[in-house]
């Protein structure tokens, strides 16, 4: 089993910036790959970005370099830095954690971002 917490979300005004932190305990070893999803209201959950324990990134086109993810050494946290914010960002943000098979998720964290 793996627990994630989310932490960071809240209202920001459009071209601000958030910083989204989830941290994660139990089976932490097993963890190859942490990343960050969204869903807005009415819409299909989506990838935003994703790290591998190797450094490895992936972004959603329309984040590409205006969020940055990354991830500590030691495998159990996973940090998603948001610039440049559109209110079309405005959605819930999940974490995720893969071990082999299986895929955990985070509670959720709402991101708005209205002016």
């Known amino acids: 089993q793996v627990q994630l917490v989310e932490s960071g979300g809240g209202l920001v005004q459009p071209g601000g910036s958030l910083r989204l932190s989830c941290i994660a305990a139990?089976?932490?070893?097993?963890?190859?790959?942490m990343g960050w999803y969204r869903q807005a209201p009415g819409k299909q959950r989506e990838l935003v970005a994703s790290?591998?324990?190797?450094?490895?990134?992936n972004y959603l086109d329309s984040v590409r370099g205006r969020f940055t993810i990354s991830g500590s050494n030691a495998k159990n946290m996973v940090y998603l830095q948001m610039n440049s914010l559109k209110r079309e960002d405005t959605a819930v943000y999940y974490c995720?954690?893969?071990?082999?098979?299986?895929?955990?998720w985070g509670q959720g964290t709402q991101v708005t971002v209205s002016s």
């Open positions: 139990g089976r932490i070893f097993s963890i190859y790959n």
């Open positions: 995720h954690a893969d071990v082999p098979a299986e895929r955990y």
């Open positions: 790290i591998t324990t190797g450094n490895s990134t």
